[in-house]
C-alpha cells in the first residue's frame, strides 16, 4: 500500500470536512464552452479541451478537494492545473486510488475482484455493443475495469443493454458517451471507503453533475448538483443547485464557503 506521511495524515485526521468532487461538468468545462480570460486546464494534440473560469482559478488552490472521475488515470493526469493533481484522487469511477499521483496497489486488487465476479455481465455488455447499429466508436476496456463506447442513439444502446443488469452491470449515458460498470464499482462506495480510511466520522461535501454521480451524492452530508436533476433522486440531507451553465463557478464557490 502507498504509504502516507505522518504529517500529511494528520493534517487530514483534523480536517473537519472532506470534499469530493467530479471533474467534467463540475470543476472543470469543455473548451467549447471557452470564454475571453478562461484557463485551460486540459490540452490534446495541442488542441484545448477543458477550462476553468479566472474565479475558480482565483478559489481552487484553497480548497482540498479530493477529484472523483470516472476518467482513466491517464486522463486525469492530462489534467495541467497542479491543483487538480491532489494528494489523494479516485480515477476509473473510484476503481483506481491514487496516492501523490501513484496507483495504490491494495485498492486496485479490491476492485479488480469487483470486476472478476461481473466478468460474464461484462462479456454481455461487449457482445451488445458489438452488433448495436447505433454504435459509433470503438469498445474500450478502461483500465480493466469498465466498458466505454459512443453511440448515435444513446438511449436506443442502454435499453439495448438492459439485459446486462440481471449480471451485475450498471449502464449509464452522458450525452453521446456510453458505460457499462460493475454495479459494485461507484463513486460513492469509493469515497465511503477513502474517507472512513483518511478521516473517519468527518462531514462529506460531493459535487457532481450527472447521473452517474447520484451514488456520491447520496453518501454525502451536504451535496451540490444541477437544478435539472430531480432533488428526490439525491438523498443527502442537504441539496444545493445552481443551473447548469454556471455550475463549476458555482460548485467553487460554495466549496470555498463550506470547507472549514
Request: net charge negative.
Amino acid at each position: 500500500m502507498s504509504e502516507v506521511t505522518p504529517d500529511k495524515a494528520a493534517y487530514i485526521q483534523r480536517a473537519p470536512v472532506v470534499i469530493f468532487s467530479d471533474l467534467d461538468g463540475t470543476l472543470i468545462f469543455s473548451a467549447s464552452k471557452m470564454r475571453p480570460g478562461d484557463i485551460v486546464c486540459e490540452y490534446k494534440d495541442g488542441a484545448p479541451i477543458t477550462c476553468i473560469s479566472p474565479r475558480q482559478a482565483e478559489l481552487l488552490p484553497g480548497l482540498a478537494i479530493i477529484p472523483v472521475t470516472t476518467r482513466s488515470t491517464e486522463q486525469y493526469n492530462r489534467i495541467c492545473i497542479p491543483r487538480f493533481h491532489a494528494e489523494y484522487a479516485l480515477a476509473d469511477n473510484g476503481g483506481t486510488l491514487l496516492i501523490n499521483g501513484i496507483p495504490d496497489p491494495e485498492w486496485s486488487a479490491a476492485s479488480m475482484r469487483l470486476v472478476r465476479k461481473c466478468s460474464d455481465g461484462l462479456s454481455t455488455c461487449r457482445e451488445i455493443l458489438e452488433r448495436d447499429p447505433h454504435r459509433s466508436f470503438e469498445i474500450r476496456m478502461v483500465d480493466g475495469m469498465f466498458l466505454f463506447t459512443k453511440s448515435d442513439d444513446p438511449a436506443a444502446t442502454l435499453s439495448a443493454l438492459e439485459q446486462a443488469a440481471a449480471e451485475g452491470i450498471r449502464c449509464f449515458s452522458t450525452g453521446a458517451k456510453i458505460y457499462a460498470l460493475p454495479a459494485g464499482l461507484s463513486k460513492g462506495n469509493a469515497a465511503q471507503r477513502l474517507a472512513a480510511r483518511v478521516s473517519p466520522g468527518c462531514r462529506i461535501i460531493c459535487a457532481g453533475d450527472s447521473l452517474m454521480d447520484i451514488p456520491l451524492l447520496n453518501i454525502a452530508d451536504t451535496a451540490l448538483f444541477p437544478d435539472d436533476i430531480p432533488q428526490e433522486a439525491v438523498a443527502a440531507r442537504n441539496r444545493m443547485t445552481a443551473p447548469r451553465e454556471r455550475f463549476p463557478e458555482f460548485v467553487t464557490e460554495q466549496l470555498t464557503k463550506m470547507k472549514d
